[in-house]
């Protein structure tokens, strides 16, 4: 998020240089020197974070200390950077920005120079390359934005400088919510090392949501591919507490490969299957309504499961299992008695809908 802000900084008045350039009644160049200061500025600044990296380690690097806080470098030069620019809006010169944008562009070496270490302590062997990768993924498209969002502000006539002024406060808005989350929640290391158990029933997960898909659209089951998952889920389920206190590697990776083939895919086709249960309920209704009570019921028990697991490391986790397992059991035995009414797919009432929506608009 750090980065997408930095690129979203970095270029974001390159696309409207000139427009900007006539309001302040300035050289284009000057506008386009807000670019170039985050290229100029990397070279010395990437030999000290370079260093401090080596020396102190990546805590440090992200870190500043002073007398009674620890702040994120990066993080805290992006948000003092950005709204020190608004001097220009009080002096009317646009000069004053060079000192925000100049801190804005040393803080971009610190996220830049941490990435791959980032992946190498976050991330086991089989997912460093993936992780690296979306990684340098985040500063183009902050780039991206930095080229989309100018022309929102400026297509239109008026004030420039009022245009360019609310701008970017906006830009300040968006850098500050991406960079705050770094300063309370970044870590130099995660508390366990990584595994590739997360990564195995989020691959399988994927998979199984895309063959469950494919058949589902073929063969419109909704309620006999709810109810095979959901009891092979269960049974998935039910194997941890065999596979888990073996301490076997091979066998837990196998068990939560099936928990995540069958588990994951509950939830695109649930969505599907309560569409075709509530139309002509718009989908964003009731799927919203899912997702309201899964975040409430899922953050409670993700809470509950933490304490429990947290507690007690060696029946802790048998326990959690346990309460999932119940979960998914009254889940499964509620979708036996679901009536398989699929309205949407019903041709009959899906037409008498259309006409109605069709006579409607006609008559307004």
Same mark, same amino acid.
């Given at each position: ?49 370079? *260093? ?16 009674? %806080? ?27 920005? $060079? ?42 498209? !902050?780039?991206?934005? !930095?080229?989309?969002?100018? @022309? ?12 360019? *002024? ?45 063959? $469950? ?5 073929? %063969?419109?089951? *909704? ?34 490969? $099936? ?12 969505? @599907? ?23 409430? %019921?899922?953050? @409670? ?14 029946? !802790? ?18 979708? $036996? ?18 006409? *109605? ?8």
């Amino acid at each position: 998020m750090a980065l997408i802000s930095d690129g979203f900084l970095m270029v974001g008045f390159s696309p409207v240089a000139s427009v900007i350039a006539d309001a302040f009644n300035c050289e284009k160049i000057i506008v386009d020197a807000q670019c170039l200061t985050f290229l100029v500025m990397f070279v010395p600044c990437n030999f000290l974070v370079i *260093y401090a990296l080596n020396k102190h380690g990546l805590r440090f690097c992200v870190i500043i200390i002073s007398v009674n %806080y620890q702040l994120l470098i990066g993080a805290v030069l992006s948000i003092i950077g950005c709204w020190l620019r608004l001097l220009v809006q009080i002096s009317g010169n646009i000069y004053l920005m $060079f000192p925000g944008t100049i801190l804005c562009s040393m803080a971009q070496v610190f996220f830049l120079n941490t990435g791959s270490r980032l992946a190498t302590v976050w991330f086991g062997d089989k997912e460093r390359a993936l992780a690296t990768a979306v990684g340098g993924l985040s500063l183009p498209i !902050g780039c991206v934005l !930095g080229f989309i969002v100018p @022309a929102l502000f400026f297509g239109g006539e008026g004030d420039k400088q009022k245009v360019f *002024y609310k701008y970017i406060l906006v830009q300040n808005i968006i850098v500050t919510v991406l960079s705050l989350p770094i300063i309370f929640v970044a870590k130099d290391k995660p508390s366990l090392p990584p595994s590739i158990f997360g990564a195995t029933f989020i691959f399988f997960g994927v998979v199984g949501s895309f063959i $469950f898909g494919i058949l589902l659209d073929k %063969y419109a089951k *909704y309620k006999l591919v709810t109810n095979l998952i959901s009891s092979l889920a269960c049974l998935s389920l039910a194997l941890a507490f065999w596979t888990l206190p073996s301490s076997n590697v091979i066998l837990l990776t196998v068990n939560l490969a $099936f928990i995540g083939f069958f588990i994951t895919p509950i939830i695109p086709i649930g969505y @599907a299957f309560a569409v075709e249960l509530t139309f002509p309920v718009p989908e964003s209704i009731s799927n919203g309504m899912m997702n309201m009570v899964c975040q409430i %019921y899922g953050s @409670a028990m993700g809470a509950f499961s933490s304490h429990i697991s947290s507690s007690d490391g060696k029946t !802790g986790p048998i326990i959690v299992i346990g309460i999932f397992l119940i979960t998914c059991m009254i889940g499964s035995i509620c979708t $036996f008695f679901i009536k398989e009414d699929l309205k949407r797919l019903n041709p009959e009432i899906k037409n008498q809908f259309n006409t *109605y929506v069709s006579t409607d608009i006609t008559i307004t």
